[in-house]
């Protein structure tokens, strides 16, 4: 199956027919582009054709960099009600459940979570908390968060 659009071509030859722009998002989509003349004739401006997939390594290397992080897989595919577990929530979840007996020192979860200062210190979901100078206490919301979270994501 085939989809070609087609436009009536302007008189000076400034129209749809020479911008660019149009002509690469028929390319993109696979629309073929066709130019109508104001006598009737037709000629074929874009063929219609499998796009190309674009490339863009800097989108590929993070995507890959999630993938590698995660462990085992906690999403279920079509859910819309939960939020998505990523490798970050994975990790601040190790730090709650290292953390839920007692606070603890961001070095003393380094074993549990490599990350464990950036998490502890930025605080992203709001489970951690500053008792004291270097150490942290998980909240209420952190213990709620760790009861629900807890089955899918420590493997």
């Known amino acids: 199956d085939e989809i070609w659009l087609a436009a009536r071509l302007s008189a000076k030859g400034k129209g749809r027919e020479s911008d ?3 002509r690469n998002l028929c390319r993109r989509l696979g629309f073929g582009l066709l130019g109508v003349s104001a006598l009737g ?3 074929v401006l874009v063929s219609p054709a499998a796009p190309m997939p674009r490339n863009n390594a800097r989108r590929r290397s993070r995507l890959v960099e999630e993938h590698k992080r995660r462990q085992g897989d906690p999403v279920a595919g079509g859910g819309t009600r939960k939020p998505i577990m990523t490798a970050y929530r994975q990790q601040a ?8 007996s007692a606070p603890q020192r961001p070095r003393d979860l380094k074993h549990a979570c490599p990350d464990a200062q950036k998490i502890l210190r930025r605080n992203v979901y709001g489970w951690f908390e500053r008792s004291e100078r270097g150490v942290y206490a998980l909240t209420d919301l952190g213990r709620s968060a760790l009861a629900s979270w807890h089955a899918a994501a420590v493997p």
Do not use: F, N, S
């Open 20 to 22: 660019p722009r149009y």
């Open 41 to 43: 004739h037709v000629d």
């Open 93 to 100: 979840l190790a730090c709650a459940a290292a953390m839920a």
